[in-house]
T-cell receptor, first 113, second 112 residues
Framework: DTAVSQTPKYLVTQMGNDKSIKCEQN?????MYWYKQDSKKFLKIMFS???????INETVPNRFSPKSPDKAHLNLHINSLELGDSAVYFC????????????FGSGTQLSVL | QKEVEQNSGPLSVPEGAIASLNCTYS??????FFWYRQYSGKSPELIMS????GDKEDGRFTAQLNKASQYVSLLIRDSQPSDSATYLC????????????FGQGTTLQVKP
């Protein structure tokens, strides 16, 4: 059983399009995250939700909008995609906010053409 | 801006040698430090955490922390080809925010 699963694994799209990435965790964790890893391997936090409430919101363009319908799901919607959005996006979860042991999903490779 | 810095490498060591990976951080208030391993094309996984000055050993891995020098390191003894991966240093941002700041990672190559 996959603990943190995200879909799709690969996403190739044109500039200006809108796309979504879905994430689900079956670990019973309270906290979920979106991280972005660029081509230089820097892994940067974008958002964190604890029990469906937004607790971390980094300086991210407002084209990125997370949504957490329940504590097991955290989706990421991106409007008006730009070339610079190309990266690997990782969903992660932790047992609670402040628990730094993160369980990562397998990542979504987003390529904007 | 709070930063975590690592030498991107690659660090190349022969099989059986000790690999030493280093990390410095800028946030003096940080209290929690982590090493994640990321195989090529895979997701990061936590391998070590350390919270107090000194050494912490877990099997072939030893994490070292020196808060005065703002320095964290990871030693891998008896390196194996299967240890070849990128090692990401992560530091919790001060204020117990739960926010991790990652370094760019050091790529380790263990040659048979």
């Amino acid at each position: 059983d996959t603990a943190v699963s995200q879909t799709p694994k690969y996403l190739v799209t044109q500039m200006g399009n809108d796309k979504s990435i879905k994430c689900e965790q079956n670990l019973g964790h309270d906290t979920m995250y979106w991280y972005k890893q660029d081509s230089k391997k820097f892994l940067k936090i974008m958002f964190s939700y604890n029990n469906k409430e937004l607790i971390i919101n980094e300086t991210v363009p407002n084209r990125f909008s997370p949504k957490s319908p329940d504590k097991a799901h955290l989706n990421l919607h991106i409007n008006s995609l730009e070339l610079g959005d190309s990266a690997v996006y990782f969903c992660a979860s932790s047992q609670r906010a402040g628990d730094e042991k993160l369980f990562f999903g397998s990542g979504t490779q987003l390529s904007v053409l | 801006q709070k930063e975590v810095e690592q030498n991107s490498g690659p660090l190349s060591v022969p099989e059986g040698a000790i690999a030493s990976l280093n990390c410095t951080y800028s946030d003096r208030g940080s209290q929690s430090f982590f090493w994640y391993r990321q195989y090529s094309g895979k997701s990061p996984e936590l391998i070590m955490s350390i919270y107090s000055n000194g050494d912490k050993e877990d099997g072939r891995f030893t994490a070292q922390l020196n808060k005065a020098s703002q320095y964290v390191s990871l030693l891998i003894r008896d390196s194996q080809p299967s240890d070849s991966a990128t090692y990401l240093c992560a530091v919790e941002s001060s204020g117990n925010t739960g926010k991790l700041i990652f370094g760019q990672g050091t790529t380790l190559q263990v040659k048979p």
